[in-house]
């Protein structure tokens, strides 16, 4: 019966107080330095809260501080998002559509923006300089440490004969699954994320090099503390 109880008590503690998983003690914070590329370090295989816990965690956050993810948490928000799981099958911790991966995540930070490599578990950067401002259409993003930019690249689909509507609605259904193992990530891990649908696609498109890509922006997300 005390078993049941303390078990019980865990849990309302967990469902009540949201934010409760943070790292554990000692685990490594390491600074992350914004230089051409940033090597990502190997995300644990243990670690976090429960599945369950983050589920009971996981709601979307308008408000954020301007510190920075550690290194460590950084490398565990993409490998959320899109990293690899099998290595040597190329495939990710999100599924995807026929396995066809339209989807780029681009992280924006105050330092530049990059995209995300999933191969080499990377960034490389693509942009120096502050772009918060292109990544989301709400205030509170743009002082976030880091906004996630799901873009879609229909070029994925060439030769599918797959319709374009249906192709719009494949990408979209990926980048919520990328998206969703962001907010369970930081749910489980002491973070605070939101699923966004705004941002101003022209400008965004137009600063990646990406206006006459036919590329078009699937998804959106802050993440931060
Ligand atoms: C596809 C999608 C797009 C969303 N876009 C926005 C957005 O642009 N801005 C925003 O503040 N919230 C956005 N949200 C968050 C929803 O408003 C939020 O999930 C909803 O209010 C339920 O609250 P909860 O996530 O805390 O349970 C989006 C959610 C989804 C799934």
Request: aromatic content about 10%.
């Amino acid at each position: 019966m005390k078993t049941v109880w303390m078990a019980g008590a865990a849990f309302m503690m967990t469902a009540c107080c949201g934010n409760t998983s943070g790292p554990a003690a000692g685990s490594p914070k390491t600074e992350v330095t914004y230089g051409a590329e940033i090597a990502l370090v190997k995300p644990d295989s243990v670690g976090g809260a429960t599945i369950n816990e983050a589920l009971w965690n996981r709601r979307s956050w308008r408000e954020y501080s301007a510190e920075p993810l550690t290194l460590e948490e950084l490398s565990g928000v993409l490998w959320a998002a899109a990293g690899e799981n099998r290595p040597g099958e190329g495939r990710l911790t999100a599924p995807s559509a026929l396995a066809l991966y339209p989807i780029r995540v681009y992280a924006f930070f105050a330092e530049g923006v990059y995209l995300y490599d999933s191969k080499a578990h990377k960034l490389v950067r693509v942009l120096e300089g502050d772009y918060r401002n292109l990544a989301a259409m709400q205030e509170f993003a743009f002082g976030a440490p880091l906004n996630l930019v799901y873009v879609a690249d229909p070029a994925a689909y060439a030769g599918k004969n797959i319709p374009d509507d249906k192709v719009r609605c494949l990408c979209g259904q990926d980048a919520a699954g990328y998206a969703e193992n962001v907010n369970l990530y930081t749910a489980g891990h002491g973070l605070r994320s939101i699923t966004r649908g705004s941002a101003p696609e022209p400008e965004l498109l137009a600063a990646l090099g990406l206006a006459q890509s036919g590329c078009f922006v699937a998804l959106a997300q802050t993440v931060g503390k």
